[in-house]
């Protein structure tokens, strides 16, 4: 998962109620405590030293590729590729830059290897042949980082970022969906997509949307997965609500897990369905929280809350039933954070914020040692409440304070820490 410009904006939600399915035959969920096992199978499957990390354009990503392909066709799903099951895109990323005196220069294309990926792709018939035919997408990035890319945030030697929440576990949960659909059909067309280059700035995603193999008019929604893996209590995020007008009241109509949801109408963010978004398709995105595991080679299967992923699949399975019933899907354009109207900055405090945290403030969920919040003395879980005479009251105001900022200057800083406020003096870098 990207998370260059990730906002959450908006009130918690506390959801209760049923959902029935579209296909009296269907039984909606599965027993937790089996689906868990088998979903622990699959994420230690993908974080396997074989796979090498799974680096787009790698031969680890190649071999779960192919491990991915022959777990649908397993279910007896429809290749849906542009080669079988497979769409392969390439990238040929910005050449490097070489000092020359006081000035930099590209160093040439010609030096730049270009980077081959490949999606995975498979389709799933509807089951009423007498209904129209609209397709639901349902996807999660497999690839990651290999041992360790420009998107790492671990400074020792090259080693296996073994990525199992970002994002063995989106497609682990994926993977169940397309069982659960293969046995028990929707009316409507289904495609599962595992998506690779989603690190690099989602060229799989949009390589599909350049060159769709459905045509994209024909796609009512697409359900996003990546980071699903560390559920925390009932706190689950979900972005793009607002992308259309009664996703919320679907979301409060299958939510018998009893999730405390998160909301974020923004259908623009650091995933795969952005992409989707873009072409005006309804998204939604779920995703259990940022760790200090993120991007790093310490984000292992043994982590993960495979309980909580079973329960997300057996929520997402009622929402997609649900979908299934539900005649219109209007799509509505949402006021994004995009480049135009996030503010800029040229400090940071080196923390990654809780994306979860709902109450005033920038909660800190991580830090990165000799940065100058780690330099300051803060500690995971302080709560960034001002700077100067700056209140934070949340991921907007803190990034606007940090606007007012050079390097070199100094900020005091209020947090709060287990209810008290305590003020340290930082260094900004």
Not at 47 to 76: D, I, K, M, P, Y
Not at 153 to 167: Q, W
Not at 188 to 197: K, P, R, T, V, Y
Not at 308 to 333: V, Y
Request: aromatic letters at 8%; a negative charge.
């Amino acid at each position: 998962m990207r998370w260059e410009s990730l906002m959450v904006l908006g009130l918690t939600w506390v959801v209760l109620g049923g959902c029935g399915s579209s296909s009296p035959e269907a039984v909606v969920g599965r027993d937790v405590v089996l689906v868990a096992s088998e979903l622990r199978a699959d994420v230690e499957t993908l974080t396997s030293e074989a796979f090498g990390g799974r680096e787009t354009g790698s031969e680890g990503e190649r071999q779960a590729a192919e491990w991915l392909s022959a777990s649908f066709a397993g279910f007896g799903l429809t290749p849906k590729g542009d080669s079988s099951a497979f769409q392969t895109f390439r990238y040929k990323p910005h050449p490097p830059m070489q000092m020359h005196g006081d000035t930099t220069k590209h160093l040439g294309m010609a030096l730049v290897k270009e980077i081959v990926g490949q999606n995975v792709l498979y389709h799933l018939n509807g089951a009423n042949p007498t209904k129209s035919k609209p397709t639901g997408v349902v996807g999660a990035h497999y690839d990651h980082l290999g041992y360790g890319d420009e998107n790492s945030l671990f400074r020792g030697e090259p080693t296996i970022h073994y990525g199992a929440d970002d994002n063995a576990s989106g497609v682990a949960v994926m993977l169940e969906l397309a069982e659960r659909f293969a046995k028990s059909p929707a009316d409507d067309h289904l495609l599962f997509a595992g998506f690779s280059g989603e690190e690099k700035g989602l060229w799989g995603s949009n390589q599909f949307c350049e060159t769709p193999t459905i045509p994209l008019e024909s796609i009512r929604y697409m359900i996003n997965m990546d980071m699903v893996g560390r559920l925390r209590g009932d706190t689950l995020a979900v972005y793009g609500t607002g992308t259309t007008p009664d996703w919320m009241k679907i979301l409060e109509s299958c939510n018998e897990e009893g999730f405390v949801l998160v909301p974020s109408e923004s259908g623009v963010g650091p995933s795969d369905h952005t992409s989707f978004y873009l072409e005006d398709i309804p998204v939604l995105h779920f995703f259990t929280g940022q760790h200090r595991d993120y991007h790093r080679p310490t984000d292992t299967a043994d982590k993960l809350n495979y309980e909580g992923m079973a329960r997300i699949a057996n929520f997402i399975e009622r929402l997609m039933r649900k979908l299934d019933a539900t005649a219109e899907l209007p799509f509505t354009a949402t006021a994004d954070q995009d480049s135009e109207s996030t503010p800029s900055f040229k400090v940071t405090l080196g923390v990654v914020p809780d994306y979860l945290y709902s109450g005033e403030g920038m909660r800190i969920d991580g830090l990165t040692e000799g940065r100058p919040a780690s330099n300051a003395g803060m500690k995971r879980g302080d709560i960034v409440v001002q700077m100067d005479t700056l209140k934070i009251v949340d991921m907007m105001t803190y990034m606007q304070a940090l606007g007012k900022y050079e390097e070199g200057q100094t900020a005091s800083v209020d947090v709060l820490r287990d209810g008290e406020t305590i003020t340290l003096e930082v260094l900004w870098d």
